[in-house]
């Protein structure tokens, strides 16, 4: 084990070297001057090849040609230059002919200089390639970089992606210092990249955040190394050193000083997503320190074992007991602290039903509760270990758990903080007392799916409390938002669209013309302008000719008060400039006051717009393309319904929820507060005040139990994943420290051989495994024929509306065969698109757009006015009816488009209509997204109940053979009893074959036992002969000479007699000694067998023996189980001394050696170890162990450990030896328990 530590701790040195060097080589090209270079000079070389291929496409296919009069396959040209990411303009005297895209907008080609040149267009810059032969142009253009008005989700000022420039490069002006020239060829400079030092602080290297993770994680694996390395040696307090302090100090060292920095400065640390007190600063510090505890905890449980507690007073045992209760509760606090905090004081999005909206710090979040939970777990269960280690009796172990849960229950419940997480909680501990009581180390499968279940409801009912309050926390947010009474996307449409009321030739023949038809005009006014987006709004329309130096207030009405209040001055100085302004009102009532000063009028003219909300909504969303990223308010409100009241009466009524147009059902309920919250008719409702006479109520659906039940099923779903994950990491860690040696030698049959699986575990995972791929491979089907019907959907309903628009544009704009439009078209135009429900745009001929529902789109610049070339030439040269393409895009956001020809009656094509489908990719992730949730809350408990019926199927089918298994290994040679089975199947075939064996076996040991018997006889008569004859013979020899002495009359014949007659005593002696030995041996089988402690016999042997001064005889008790035993109490008392008395007689005379003995029980036996660090049994010996004539002394009978050993087995025990010559031998023995009523049974 030292020798595969030190080797392990060179491995990872090794590895964190080269990590360092890496490091190094990425740090070098990282800096500025070398970062430029490089990526100037794949930027140039990227153009350069996109130059050839131009000039390669110009000669080999359009030189001299228009691609529009081409006979070949234009589709087949699109396809070539699409997958350049060429884009091309044709002109033909000026007029585009051809365009390979629709996303680029040039007006004037003549602008644009022959050749290569680096121009800016209206969405970006671009390298152009301008080729003009024959009056023909053509002109290839390549996106360098975007280049937006404004910038949201879906746009974005980028490099294009196939430059693979960093987004802290910008373009240069070649005076700049700092920049790097991007050439194309060696003829000529495009443009100039240089590093934004701002940016560039603020960007990530992956590559360097990858490199310091490994680093820092292999640096702490190397701590845990040193320290088992100092632990095998046994210098426990520098593995506390390496293991705890040096950890702590580094992270310390992080915290203060923030790093490593690349690490440091990554969105992980931002405490704008989540902050908390120190040194939980930020999500990632608090990722860090559950690692850093984790890791301490998990090298804890596998290195502390519990020790005996029994001795001393049960004060004592009380009082550590309440320790152990307040450090577990204030551990259970803090796990519910970090929960709370980690949902209440981020900003991270749990909602777990949008599965494919997850967001990465989402992941992270639930990776770091699952880290906590199992932090807790590893604590929790070895403290219950050594709880179960004090001397109570089942009675006060259970006295103590109740009473601890309902101290904590009266405390929470009288601080008002009580919840089922703490019931909770006492339920695991009820789990993982009786596991530890029961002497596992680890948890059983039923175990660890009980407490899978319970971690994962205290998570779920964690994360529903939590969010539930943190949403409630939000929507007070929301209705101060509805409170406010500005809406900054009215204020952006109405700021586009009042510079087109202004020269609209409508409006202004309106005021041009004597007879004025205000019908005439609100409708224009309402269809074309104020519909989409201000549908939503009632808007009055006040046409003012000033004829005099102020308006009269008839012609507007009730306004003029309005004006006053706000300080407008309705007079010809005041009003030169357009206006839009809110007039002073109710809270929550977005109500605007517009003026637009027409032009081109004999008198000043001017327009007035009174726009105040609508009672309910029926408006449709504005484009969330056209949007800046702080714009997007009304997201917020989706699933939201509320309600604005005003003494009483309904103002305001969007959503779900039917409110009432009086406040009769919320005002017999209304509080003083100003803001509280009521649950009424299914919805959770937020009333808040605003003065005297305003009410905003916001409403939420109530989540029903299915709800809360997917949330479950959601988090055991993640729950499974992660403890199938640490399964297969920690496997995978014990299988490269086991077979390391082989995987680096390549021997990887020699590897799968070694791996040994129970044949249960192999049942089990055959079936889990089955399953699993089975769950996923028709999960995956399923998924894709929804997908394909989804898309199927999608595609039949934009058809549906480009057949409805196509009727309709061809009854009511077509005249004579052509397109019939006029001052009047574009009300009918707004009319097409309100009945189609969808934004329209309408090409010519010539596939230039005519009108459009989103003409801002065109006007940002955001794509081109023409239509899509691939549509525009498969419908004018292919014929097609009808054409749907897959994917159109605008900057990021994709998205499907419906195309159809208007046909006269001799089926000219007189102009194309479009319907974009801009929410298709929206509502088609939505879709998925709950169909992915039914699987998963489906397949989480379709998972779960397959392993527990593996589990269950698995034991039922291994059940036979580990009776069979157990009958084997209790079969010795003697009377057995046979099996009983009923079945007449492979098993009973197997069991009949055994009992036909044992009664075999029976027959033969009767036999064998005699002749053992006779010849064990034989020997012992030899070895009793033999140790008589010792003593024999100097008795003969001592007469014979008395004899003599006394014949010749020796002088000295009484000092000899005396001398003679204490040697023949000895020897008389030495054979009573003998007979002695015979006899006791010859009792062995009688035995008295009672029930007793073992640990009260090991306890007796080593107080006999701990004052020998040639050794130290030490006793471990490891025992956390009952060690009860029916037996022969002497006898065991003896063999034990035997034992050691051996040992002692083994150990050298030149050091102190060690006798250890060890006591570990389980649920079914109790195993003893007798080691000793002596001089060993030699080879030649060892079978003859527990011979009756074996001895390694001088003299003895050699009976001694054929004693021990017919005692254990009398016991129902085994005894086994391993002995290395030099080292010392152990002793090995197993006996089995008495169960408490078994116990009680043998006292009666």
Request: aromatic share 14%.
């Amino acid at each position: 084990m030292l020798r595969n530590n030190a080797k392990f701790i060179f491995y990872t040195l090794t590895l964190i070297g080269i990590l360092f060097i890496v490091n190094y080589t990425v740090s070098y090209f990282s800096k500025p001057d070398t970062e430029l270079r490089i990526v100037a000079n794949r930027a140039s070389r990227i153009i350069t090849e996109k130059s050839e291929f131009i000039d390669n496409f110009y000669a080999s296919s359009i030189k001299e040609r228009n691609l529009n009069s081409l006979t070949v396959n234009t589709a087949e040209v699109l396809d070539k230059l699409k997958k350049q990411n060429i884009n091309l303009l044709q002109f033909k005297d000026k007029q585009l002919i051809f365009w390979s895209s629709n996303h680029i907008i040039v007006t004037n080609p003549e602008e644009i200089r022959n050749g290569n040149s680096f121009i800016k267009l209206s969405n970006g810059w671009y390298y152009a390639s301008k080729h003009t032969a024959n009056a023909t142009t053509s002109l290839f253009l390549m996106l360098i970089k975007a280049d937006y008005s404004f910038q949201n989700t879906y746009l974005n000022n980028s490099f294009a992606d196939e430059l693979r420039i960093p987004s802290y490069f910008k373009l240069a002006d070649f005076n700049e210092k700092g920049i790097v020239y991007v050439p194309i060829g060696s003829d000529m400079v495009l443009f100039a990249l240089k590093i934004d030092s701002i940016l560039k602080d603020q960007d990530i290297s992956i590559a360097k955040i990858v490199i310091e993770s490994l680093i820092l994680a292999i640096s702490f694996v190397l701590l845990i190394l040193i320290g088992d390395y100092f632990y095998e040696k046994g210098r426990k307090w520098i593995t506390l050193l390496f293991t705890i302090v040096l950890p702590l100090i580094i992270r310390l060292i992080m915290l203060e000083f923030s790093v490593p920095g690349e690490f440091y400065r990554t969105k992980l640390f931002d405490p704008t997503i989540y902050a908390s007190a120190y040194p939980n600063n930020s999500l990632g510090d608090l990722m860090l320190n559950a690692l850093l505890v984790f890791g301490i905890a998990w090298y804890a449980f596998k290195k502390l074992k519990p020790f005996d507690l029994s001795y001393g007073r049960k004060t004592l045992g009380y009082l550590l007991t309440g320790l152990f209760v307040l450090f577990i509760f204030k551990l259970c606090a803090l796990q519910y602290s970090t929960f709370e905090g980690l949902i209440l004081n981020s900003r991270i999005e749990f909602d777990l039903s949008q599965i494919l909206d997850i967001g990465e710090y989402c992941v992270i979040g639930l990776l770091i509760i699952g880290l906590v939970l199992y932090t807790f777990f590893l604590v929790s269960f070895l403290l219950v270990r050594f709880f179960n280690e004090f001397n109570f009796s089942e009675y006060e172990k259970l006295g103590v758990f109740l009473i601890s849960i309902t101290l904590i229950s009266i405390y929470f419940v009288l601080s008002g903080n009580y919840n089922v997480y703490y019931l909770l909680i006492a339920l695991y501990f009820l789990v993982i007392e009786r596991s530890a009581r029961l002497g596992k180390t680890m948890l059983a499968f039923p175990e660890r799916t009980l407490v899978l279940l319970i971690f994962s409801t205290i998570v779920a009912s964690s994360l529903n409390s939590f969010l539930g309050e943190k949403e409630r926390e939000n929507r007070k947010l929301l209705a101060l938002k509805l409170e406010d009474s500005a809406d900054p996307i009215a204020e952006i449409v109405f700021a586009d669209i009042k510079q087109k009321i202004k020269t609209d030739p409508v409006v202004i023949n309106f005021f041009l013309s004597n007879e004025k038809n205000r019908l005439l005009l609100n409708e224009r006014l309402q269809k074309v302008y104020f519909g989409g987006y201000f549908s939503r709004y009632e808007v009055n329309t006040y046409p003012l000719t000033l004829t005099a130096d102020t308006i009269n207030s008839k012609d507007i009405g009730g306004l003029k008060s309005l004006f006053a209040e706000s300080d407008i001055d309705l007079n010809k100085n005041s009003l030169s400039s357009d206006t839009l302004f809110q007039p002073k009102g109710i809270p929550g009532i977005q109500h605007y006051i517009g003026i637009v000063s027409i032009q081109n009028t004999i008198k000043p003219a001017l327009l007035v717009f009174d726009i105040s909300s609508k009672l309910a909504e029926h408006g449709n969303r504005y484009p969330q393309l056209l949007l800046e990223n702080n714009l997007n308010v009304n997201k917020e409100l989706e699933n939201y319904s509320y309600a604005l009241y005003n003494k009483g009466k309904l103002l305001i009524n969007r959503g779900d929820y039917a409110y009432r147009a009086n406040n009769s059902e919320f005002k017999s309920k209304f509080k003083s507060e100003e803001s509280y919250f009521l649950s009424l008719n299914g919805y959770n409702h937020l009333i808040y005040r605003v003065g005297n006479n305003t009410e905003i109520i916001v409403s939420r659906k109530n989540l029903g139990f299915f709800n809360e039940l997917a949330i479950f099923s959601y988090v055991l779903g993640f729950a499974i994943v992660y403890a199938t994950l640490i399964f297969v990491l920690r496997n995978f860690i014990t299988f490269v420290r086991d077979y390391h040696k082989l995987l680096l030698n390549f021997k990887i049959k020699q590897v799968f051989n070694s791996i040994n699986l129970l044949f249960k575990t192999r049942i089990q995972l055959s079936m889990i495994i089955a399953v699993m791929v089975s769950i996923l491979v028709i999960g995956w089907v399923t998924l894709l024929n929804v997908r394909k019907q989804y898309k199927d959907q999608q595609t039949a309903l934009i058809i549906e509306r480009i057949n409805l628009a196509s009727v309709n544009f061809n009854a009511q704009i077509i005249q004579n065969d052509s397109l019939f439009i006029n001052d009047e078209f574009p009300v009918k135009f707004a009319s097409f698109a309100e009945i189609s429900s969808s934004d329209v745009n309408l090409y010519g001929p010539d596939g230039r757009l005519i009108r459009s529902t989103q003409p801002k789109l065109f006007d940002r610049g955001l794509i081109s006015e023409y239509i899509n070339p691939r549509p525009y030439y498969d419908i004018s040269k292919n014929g097609f009816t009808e054409y749907i393409t897959e994917i159109e895009q605008i900057g990021k956001l994709n998205y499907i488009s419906a195309y159809a020809p208007i046909l006269n009656s001799k089926n000219k094509i007189l102009g194309y209509i479009n319907i974009p489908y801009f929410e298709n990719e929206e509502d088609y992730r939505s879709k998925i997204s709950i169909f992915l949730s039914s699987i998963i809350n489906v397949y989480s408990f379709v998972f779960l109940a397959i392993g527990i019926i593996a589990f269950v199927f698995s034991n039922s089918i291994t059940r036979p053979l580990e009776m069979l298994l157990q009958n084997f290994k209790t079969t010795r040679i003697g009377r057995n009893k046979p099996i009983e089975w009923q079945n007449n199947d492979e098993i009973g075939a197997m069991i009949n074959e055994y009992n036909n064996m044992i009664s075999e076996l029976e027959v033969s040991s009767h036999k064998l036992a005699m002749s053992e018997r006779e010849n064990a006889w034989k020997e012992m008569a030899k070895q009793i002969a033999h140790e008589i004859k010792n003593p024999l013979t100097p008795l003969r020899l001592g007469i014979q000479h008395l004899e003599r002495s006394w014949r010749d009359k020796d002088p000295n014949f009484d000092q000899k007699f005396e001398k003679f007659s204490k040697s023949f005593v000895q020897q008389i002696d030495s054979l009573s000694f003998i007979a002695s030995e015979f006899s006791s041996f010859a009792k062995m089988p009688e035995t008295r067998n009672e029930v007793f402690d073992v640990k009260e016999i090991l306890e007796q042997t080593v107080n006999i023996f701990k004052e020998t001064e040639s050794a130290d005889v030490i006793f471990r008790s490891w025992n956390y189980n009952n060690t009860r035993i029916f037996a022969d109490k002497d006898q065991l008392l003896r063999s034990f001394n035997n034992l050691v008395k051996n040992a002692l007689q083994a150990m050298p005379t030149d050091e102190k050696g060690i006798v250890m003995i060890d006591l570990t029980g389980s649920e079914n036996e109790v195993s003893i170890t007798i080691s000793d660090t002596g001089s060993g049994i030699p080879d030649e010996m060892r079978e003859k162990v527990f011979a009756p004539n074996f001895t390694t002394k001088s003299s003895g009978m050699g009976i001694g450990l054929a004693f021990v050993k017919s005692s254990i087995e009398n016991a129902g025990g085994l005894i086994r030896f391993n002995s290395v010559s030099g080292v010392g031998t152990t002793f090995y023995i197993n006996l089995p328990v008495v169960k408490n009523g078994a116990a009680k049974a043998k006292h009666d």
